[in-house]
């Protein structure tokens, strides 16, 4: 079984400009989700998809971040216009069942992203 | 909203000494406790979790946790590490709020086992 994947591995972008994560859940899990780890900081929850409507996204920093979740596949998370504090390390995250809590949530390698 | 901490930002040991890595949580309600280690150029990996029932949680590689509900603490711990340990490990906590069962993360504690 594929795990979660996750395209770039790494982006370097120029401040003011677009970039778009993505991640490929494990196939027929539900829960997807997203967290950002800062340099030197924890690692913060982002947003939770169940298929492809969003369940929770208080973690969303503002309104520069889209994320979406077309068919209840695969997701994007769109930062548009990059600023220096968004670099970081992009995670993503899928389980099975709802109470990810219960059952084991996966992540991929991360996207780490830098803004100059 | 739930918080955790690790105090220690590196811990480094020679090969088969014992280790013990630090984490705080702050909630007082029942909660669910993880660990997560990240290997160089790896994602992050389920390591252990505390839901119910035993305080004391063993991983397949040797580490344990135990959950100590007084000091709100859940320290990992292994008897003697090998090279191979060497990786980032990540104290989470559940967090229920905002509708959805998600993870609040530590800072992170880097191992560096030593020969």
């Known amino acids: 079984e594929a795990g979660v994947t996750q395209f770039p591995s790494h982006s370097v972008i120029e401040k003011g400009q677009t970039v778009t994560l993505r991640c490929d859940p494990i196939?027929?899990?539900?829960?997807l989700y997203w967290y950002r780890r800062v340099m030197g900081k924890e690692i913060k929850f982002l947003l939770h998809?169940?298929?492809?409507?969003?369940?929770?996204e208080s973690g969303m920093p503002n309104n520069r971040f889209l994320a979406e979740r077309t068919g209840g596949t695969y997701s994007t998370l769109k930062v548009q216009p990059a600023e220096l504090e968004d670099s970081g390390v992009y995670f993503c995250?899928?389980?099975?069942?709802?109470?990810?809590?219960?059952?084991?949530?996966?992540f991929g390698q991360g996207t780490r992203l830098t803004v100059v | 909203a739930q918080s955790v901490t690790q105090l220690d930002s590196q811990v480094p040991v020679f090969e088969e000494a014992p280790v013990e890595l630090r984490c705080n949580y702050s909630?007082?309600?029942?909660?669910?406790l993880f660990w997560y280690v990240q290997y160089p150029n790896q994602g992050l990996q389920l390591l252990l979790k505390?839901?119910?029932?035993?305080?004391l949680v063993e991983s397949i590689n040797g580490f344990e946790a135990e959950f100590n509900k007084s000091q709100t603490s859940f320290h990992l711990r292994k008897p003697s590490v090998h090279i191979s340990d060497t990786a980032e490990y990540f104290c989470?906590?559940?967090?229920?709020?905002?509708?959805?069962?998600?993870?609040?993360f530590g800072k992170g504690t880097k191992l560096t086992v030593n020969p």
């Open positions: 989470a906590v559940s967090d229920l709020e905002g509708g959805s069962e998600k993870l609040v």
């Open positions: 196939s027929g899990h539900d829960n």
């Open positions: 505390y839901l119910s029932g035993s305080t």
């Open positions: 909630s007082s309600v029942s909660v669910y």
């Open positions: 995250a899928s389980s099975r069942d709802m109470g990810a809590l219960n059952t084991e949530a996966f």
């Open positions: 998809f169940v298929k492809e409507s969003k369940q929770d």
